[in-house]
């Protein structure tokens, strides 16, 4: 049983870590952005890529609520990890982008089946989606009311398995830092975290930078995306590539860093092998490894 305390008690490495440390921070990519969503093939293109592990998904809908991946699955990821030497970066039930976790029979059950995945592979984090229909985000840029209380009542049903497998739930949603810990001081669990995309807080009307550092010690991973792919391209969105590296160390955050690509036209853009092994190269040259 990992306690509460034990939980919290893990953002202090992460905080001293600011203090001149060299970082050695571990890269993955979304298998959906390799478009091998539960492919354990994956593995084979993350370790030709240089990367350090793949967030593995695999769609959620309401039939089989109690199931993230089958016993074969499972069975077919693990050896990929082991054959690659590539980790599990996290797990992601993708689905629920059209099956609202709010809102949906049987999202708790998904929710608990994806943390027990995310354990079993040997991973501390799991990514809770809130896009398309489960969008949280209302017209005046604040959580819709009526949402609020159905998920905080929800997060704290699923927190309590977390906490036990030692695993961190990681809302990525649309909505500012400041409703999102509104979410998780209500819910009361330091399972429950932020997902932090650095991409998406500008593209829905926010400031990265900004609302980066107010989710210090409440982000549980954090996906790199560029509106022009490669990570240098100067795209403005984010605004500016290497202060949101500065600012992801001094909010003394150490996890995974995870490639998302948003749009991306392999014809216009380049193969997705090519911009993410750029970007893996560099992110490896830039502050976040010096």
């Known amino acids: 049983m990992v306690s509460r305390a034990a939980l919290a008690a893990g953002a202090v490495p992460a905080l001293l870590s600011g203090c001149g440390k060299k970082r050695n921070f571990k890269i993955g990519v979304c298998d959906w952005t390799l478009n091998m969503s539960g492919n354990p093939e994956s593995f084979k293109v993350g370790k030709a890529i240089g990367l350090d592990g793949i967030q593995v998904s695999y769609p959620f809908t309401p039939k089989n609520p109690a199931v993230f991946a089958t016993p074969e699955q499972c069975a077919a990821v693990k050896a990929a990890m082991k054959a690659t030497g590539l980790e599990c970066a996290s797990t992601a039930s993708t689905?629920?982008?059209?099956?609202?976790?709010?809102?949906?029979?049987?999202?708790?059950?998904?929710?608990?089946?994806?943390?027990?995945?995310?354990?079993?592979?040997?991973?501390?984090?799991?990514?809770?989606?809130?896009?398309?229909?489960?969008?949280?985000?209302?017209?005046?840029?604040?959580?819709?009311?009526?949402?609020?209380?159905?998920?905080?009542?929800?997060?704290?049903?699923?927190a309590p398995v977390a906490e036990k497998f030692g695993v961190s739930i990681g809302m990525e949603n649309s909505i500012n830092a400041d409703d999102s810990l509104r979410i998780i001081e209500a819910v009361g669990s330091p399972a429950v975290k932020v997902y932090f995309d650095i991409f998406n807080y500008q593209y829905y009307g926010f400031e990265t930078i900004p609302e980066m550092k107010k989710l210090k010690g409440h982000i549980n991973q954090i996906h790199l995306k560029d509106k022009g792919h490669k990570l240098d391209s100067k795209s403005g969105c984010p605004r500016d590539m290497n202060a949101c590296f500065e600012a992801i160390l001094e909010i003394g955050y150490d996890g995974w860093l995870v490639f998302e690509l948003h749009g991306h036209n392999p014809k216009k853009d380049g193969t997705i092998f090519d911009v993410l092994k750029h970007n893996t190269d560099f992110v490896k040259n830039s502050v976040l490894f010096a």
């Open 95 to 158: 689905g629920f982008n059209n099956f609202p976790f709010a809102t949906t029979d049987g999202a708790v059950e998904q929710a608990t089946a994806c943390i027990k995945a995310a354990a079993d592979f040997g991973s501390r984090d799991i990514l809770l989606p809130f896009y398309g229909k489960a969008s949280l985000l209302g017209a005046d840029k604040r959580i819709k009311p009526e949402l609020f209380k159905p998920l905080v009542e929800r997060l704290k049903l699923i």
